[in-house]
């Protein structure tokens, strides 16, 4: 029997969420270098945009190598642990570039800058997807549903939120790029392991904060 909620399903949507926002920033990246530089109307948006991106990513990648994977080796031996926490080390030092990226496009940003951002998204878009694709073969939610009974389920899914809602900072900015980086269908799902209220102050008092990453997200965003 599978049981709901899914740890899978959360893991699941944090790869789209992930996916899309990989293509969104190389899409502006790219139309950006081709007018010779951001637009500063839409600068601020997307500074906070790729800021996120490294945020989520990061996170996910450490709930990762040290709560799922760990958990899940003896569970599912072929889970190929190794080369998955490999890649995450790939991922990670294309991320790190953006420590010394962000702060040029903050200022008056070179052309170099934006050149070296979309090298960096470019590096991690290639690791992602055939890495994305090996997980999502192993940690289904069929086989996770099988192997967990209901309160192993929700004790994990409960760590995995706690975890990751401590490092998602800050929040009023990567918390509303999941929900809108999401379609209304999987947004709906995704909700579910936000903290109470959350999606209330997404819709009110943190709304003047996200809304210049607004052409960035989904076009249903009011």
């Known amino acids: 029997m599978v049981y709901e909620p899914n740890l899978a399903i959360g893991l699941i949507c944090t790869h789209h969420i992930i996916t899309r926002s990989l293509d969104v920033a ?12 951001l637009d500063e109307t839409s600068k ?10 490294k945020t989520v990513l990061t996170t996910h990648h ?3 190598t040290q709560m799922v994977f760990p958990y899940f080796r003896d569970k599912i ?30 200022g ?4 170099s800058s934006l050149k070296q951002l979309n090298e960096a998204l470019t590096g991690i878009n290639d690791i992602w997807h055939p890495h994305i694709d090996v997980e999502e073969i192993y940690l289904t939610v069929e ?10 389920m929700i004790k994990l899914i409960e760590s995995y939120r ?3 809602m401590e490092r998602y900072t800050p929040d009023y900015l990567v918390i509303p790029f999941q929900f809108y980086n999401l379609p209304p269908a999987q947004r709906e799902i995704w ?30 965003v009011e």
Not at 44 to 53: A, H, L, S, T, V
């Open 162 to 164: 706690k975890f990751s």
């Open 143 to 152: 086989k996770i549903g099988n192997l967990l009974d209901e309160d192993e």
């Open 191 to 220: 909700a579910q392991e936000l903290p109470e209220n959350t999606q209330k102050h997404i819709s009110d008092e943190w709304k003047d904060k996200w809304l210049p990453m607004a052409d960035f997200l989904y076009h249903d």
């Open 62 to 64: 450490h709930l990762e």
């Open 77 to 106: 031996p072929d889970l190929p642990v190794d080369k998955l926490n490999k890649e995450h080390g790939q991922i990670g030092m294309h991320l790190i570039k953006f420590d010394d990226i962000i702060p040029d496009l903050k």
């Open 44 to 53: 601020r948006g997307f500074i906070d945009y790729i800021e996120c991106i």
């Open 108 to 111: 008056d940003p070179l052309i």
């Open 26 to 37: 190389i899409e502006h990246c790219r139309k950006s270098l081709s007018s010779d530089g």
